[in-house]
């Protein structure tokens, strides 16, 4: 086995396993393997198709329909009804979602990042969209500098990016009040 290969051998075991000290107690915890819809509790990642994070899995449980394969056909020939479902016109978009150990609660943060493609006379352009959300507590008496980009009542956007070949958007999205990884 040549140096570098054991080298990049002995990182990986390094990596996939962090051991943290507690008192004289070592604890290890070993990162899991995604499930079939691209949820890693452990690692608090969602990576999969848009569609597949709000079907078929708890707490989503609608019709507990299996992962998307991306063959719409043979999908909705083993999952009928699947395309009334609000979030099918999504299935092509990538999600990878990350979120901290105090997510939904006090000091939680989520980050979203979305990516797909679509033709427009002839051509394929990709796009992506990143937006990065934060626990801001309940709407205050009096002014809420977080009053723009609140949302789902305790959290706010603090960062947006977007970024598409086609329309020649590209950059931050525009956040009023407090906004970017060192506002919060």
């Not at 690692?43 to 719409?72: I, K, L, T």
């Not at 980050?111 to 626990?135: L, M, R």
């Amino acid at each position: 086995m040549n140096k570098f290969l054991g080298f990049t051998l002995i990182m990986f075991l390094a990596f996939s396993m962090v051991s943290c000290g507690n008192g004289n107690k070592v604890v290890n915890r070993s990162i899991t393997a995604p499930d079939a819809y691209g949820l890693n509790e452990t690692a608090r990642q969602f990576h999969g198709s848009y569609f597949d994070n709000y079907s078929g899995r708890p707490p989503y449980e609608y019709d507990a329909w299996a992962s998307y394969d991306g063959d719409d056909d043979a999908y909705l020939a083993n999952n009928p009804g699947a395309d009334n479902h609000w979030a099918w016109p999504y299935r092509d978009v990538d999600l990878l979602m990350k979120w901290n150990k105090d997510w939904p609660e006090e000091g939680g943060w989520l980050t979203n990042h979305q990516w797909g493609s679509y033709e427009e006379d002839g051509e394929t352009y990709n796009w992506d969209y990143f937006v990065k959300i934060v626990w801001v507590g309940p709407t205050p008496d009096g002014e809420d500098p977080y009053a723009e980009t609140r949302i789902w009542g305790q959290f706010a956007i603090i960062q947006g990016v977007y970024n598409d070949q086609g329309t020649g958007e590209h950059g931050n999205v525009p956040i009023p009040g407090p906004n970017g990884f060192g506002a919060h």
